[in-house]
């Protein structure tokens, strides 16, 4: 993708790289100038020693024989090849002899070491040098006139006031010097070029992933619900981040899908008993104007808006169950006592319809949650099997609720021995929202007794289950057990 | 069985209601029910106005939605509690969250009730909470006509006669006595003699009556306890 400057600089992975970049630049100065200096100085000390003993052995000749074997010595020496540098001058400070021609002026005038490097000229490579830097390196540093070498000398007065001065041409050092700066050099500048590199591979890279990501929620924004954040299956930070955004998204998806359910249930569900009362109302209304007529009409309204008015908080209670709604208003409940409780509620509606309930409880059952949501599931469930267990097959209708531990979790299990509910795939629809199995049409209710019971069970982190009975249909509500809290 | 008639409703006696409602329409419904029923009403249009009648005012029982424009009723009701004023207070809400009735109670109302709601169930709960008609909790023996109930020895006697009850149909019945000659609803009394809060599915509550009334009618002439059409029950002797 083409990018103008601005752009990529607007990018983390840019701005990051060159901040990196520049840090690193600062610690490489600073080491080449230390590196520098400190070799500098190993030179300068080592170029001294050199001297100390070049001056020792002067001393010995002239313990060995004056002046004139000091002279002669001097000379000897300044005709050998090398860095070495003698010069022995008169108190004027002119030079007698030695292979120094000319040196800058002022240092013969105080005794001991040089404070600092001084230009000089060697004997007979004054009219080469000029010739050489005429010629071939105009402009450069060696060619400015007399100041041809640079040295550093140790300035020594001889007993007789002569001055003499034992030296080292610095050229050696200072090429070291000027090779480790421009290796330094060297290396900062492929740094600088390494880091353009990474950048351009890592954070082109980071920032064509980011690219995607937003190009894709980009795309969902637009409509397209189903899709999702691109992942590449490393399991890097750009993947793990994808994933929890599509975790969320799906979480979403699931959210707005409740909610359509919702929207079509009511308009599907509640649309029915609106037109109905409404028929009922415009029925009472054409017929002739009789005070009881209108007072029936009138009940039956109440009766049917009373039902509606159940229905539809029974419908906004599952939305916002599964809404995945969190309370801080949880307690301990005992499910023992709420298994007792709504056993106590149904008992006369069931021994009235001639059902029996038993109870198989032993033991304590506590576990977190809210005990009105629990004693309400449970009472549909068992509502539903009372209902159900009339059309038991054989023997007595009998509706058995047990409370047990099994694999970790705490089950609360309604049994009938009535038809069940023979098919699978009925048995998961019957936990669906209005849905109504073929047989129990007739019987009076909403269809959401079992939806309700199970976003309760979901709200409590838990299942609500219907399984095949040995006659009948078992509906477990199953509560995970927990030791922490 | 005789039906109780609506003109029975509130015979317990006039209340002042305040009823602290934004919504226009609702409020006039409510203020013609409740006249209709033989009370006399105030209304509030938001939070501010609703807590200064409230603070000046004496009334029997307040009604507060939850959600008013400049005051949130919750926050009235709060205030209120804080200076001192006693004034039961049944909450209205259209929130209807899982815990919101927690939250509302604990704000300071004496009851809540999610909209949508029967009139007939608003009204029975306001008159049960008229604090003027709630002055039972401190006795010990509650008689209605030949009834007689004794909380501490958890007799019951009626003409003299000794009935023997269940533990939850002596509270049943307790709760009836306490609001004699009050409507009572089957979701009050699941909420007051069972303590749960929720509609049942299916006539539960009515078949516990019906065996309570087995036990203090038969064998006698005189009707007690009779059922409200389109409301719940009321004890009522005489």
């Not at chain 1, 002279?71 to 002119?94: C, F, H, K, M, W």
């Not at chain 1, 105080?110 to 040098?129: A, I, K, M, N």
């Not at chain 1, 033991?363 to 549909?380: C, D, K, M, P, T």
């Not at chain 2, 205030?79 to 909450?91: D, E, F, K």
Request: charged letters at 25%; hydrophobic letters at 40%.
């Amino acid at each position: 993708m083409a990018l103008s400057v601005p752009a990529i600089m607007r990018t983390t992975a840019a701005r990051l790289s060159a901040l990196y970049l520049l840090l690193f630049a600062l610690c490489a100065v600073a080491l080449v100038f230390y590196m520098t200096s400190l070799s500098a100085r190993m030179l300068t000390g080592q170029t001294q020693e050199t001297i100390n003993d070049e001056v020792l052995g002067l001393a010995r000749a002239y313990q060995r024989g004056g002046l004139p074997v000091l002279v002669r010595v001097v000379e000897q020496r300044s005709r050998q090849p090398g860095a070495n540098l003698y010069l022995i001058a008169d108190t004027n400070g002119q030079i007698l002899t030695g292979n120094v021609q000319s040196l800058e002026p002022g240092v013969l005038e105080t005794e001991g070491w040089t404070t600092r490097p001084f230009s000089y000229q060697r004997f007979g490579e004054g009219e080469l040098d000029r010739l050489r830097n005429g010629l071939a390196e105009p402009g450069t540093a060696q060619a400015e006139g007399q100041s041809g070498h640079n040295a550093i000398a140790l300035v020594l007065r001889l007993p007789n006031q002569m001055i003499m001065l034992v030296g080292r041409d610095l050229g050696e050092p200072e090429r070291f010097r000027a090779v480790i700066r421009r290796a330094l050099t060297l290396a900062l500048g492929m740094m600088a070029l390494g880091g353009l590199l990474i950048w351009f591979f890592v954070g082109r890279s980071a920032l064509k992933r980011i690219d995607g990501v937003s190009e894709a929620s980009r795309r969902i924004m637009g409509g397209d619900l189903a899709g999702r954040l691109p992942v590449t299956g490393v399991g890097d930070e750009f993947d793990r981040l994808s994933e929890n955004l599509n975790a969320m998204l799906a979480r979403i998806a699931a959210l707005n899908e409740g909610l359509k359910q919702v929207s079509d249930n009511i308009a599907h569900d509640l649309k029915t008993p609106l037109t109905r009362l409404r028929n009922r109302a415009e029925a009472a209304l054409s017929g002739k104007p009789k005070v009881g007529d209108y007072k029936q009409a009138l009940e039956s309204t109440i009766a049917e808006s009373d039902h509606l008015i159940k229905t539809f908080n029974a419908i906004l209670m599952i939305s916002r169950l599964e809404a995945g709604y969190s309370s801080e208003n949880t307690v301990q409940v005992d499910l023992a006592a709420t298994v007792a409780d709504v056993v106590e509620l149904y008992e006369p509606v069931a021994e009235e319809a001639g059902v029996t309930v038993e109870t198989a409880v032993d033991g304590s059952f506590i576990v977190r949650g809210n005990r009105e949501l629990i004693g309400q599931a449970l009472s549909n469930i068992v509502d539903n099997a009372i209902k159900y267990s009339l059309d038991a097959v054989s023997g007595k209708p009998v509706v058995s609720v047990s409370l047990r531990r099994e694999a970790g979790e705490i089950r609360l299990t309604v049994a009938d021995n009535g038809q069940g509910i023979p098919d699978h795939a009925d048995r998961a629809r019957a936990t669906e929202r209005f849905v109504r199995l073929e047989k129990s049409r007739s019987q009076p209710g909403s269809g959401l007794g079992l939806s309700l019971a199970k976003a309760v069970m979901k709200f409590h982190e838990g299942r609500l289950d219907l399984l095949p009975g040995d006659p009948g249909l078992s509906v477990v509500m199953s509560f995970p057990e927990r030791t922490d809290r | 069985m005789r039906a109780s008639r609506s003109t029975e409703i509130g015979y317990n006696g006039a209340m002042k209601i305040l009823i602290m409602e934004d919504d226009r329409e609702a409020a006039d419904y409510l203020q013609k029910a409740f006249t209709e029923a033989g009370h006399t009403t105030h209304v509030a249009g938001d939070g501010e106005t609703g807590f200064a009648l409230a603070d000046s005012g004496d009334y029997d029982v307040m009604v507060v939605d939850r959600m008013m424009p400049r005051r949130d009723g919750l926050s009235v009701i709060a205030a209120l509690r804080s200076r001192g004023n006693t004034t039961p207070v049944l909450i209205l809400s259209a929130l209807g969250e899982v815990d919101d009735r927690v939250t509302g109670l604990r704000a300071g109302g004496d009851d809540y009730l999610t909209k949508p709601y029967a009139f007939s169930e608003l009204l029975a709960r306001v008159e049960v909470l008229n604090r003027r008609a709630g002055a039972r909790e401190s006795e010990t023996v509650y008689r209605v006509g030949d009834l007689e109930l004794d909380r501490l020895s958890h007799t019951v006697k009626r003409l003299g006669q000794e009935i023997t009850l269940q533990p939850r149909e002596f509270r049943l019945l307790e709760y009836l006595m306490r609001h004699a000659g009050q409507v009572v609803t089957r979701t009050m009394l699941l909420e007051n003699v069972w303590d749960y809060h929720f509609d049942p599915q299916t006539n539960v509550i009515d078949v516990h009556v019906s065996r309570l009334r087995g036990k203090i009618e038969k064998g006698f002439d005189k009707p007690i306890l009779h059922t409200v059409r389109g409301a719940g029950y009321m004890l009522k002797g005489g």
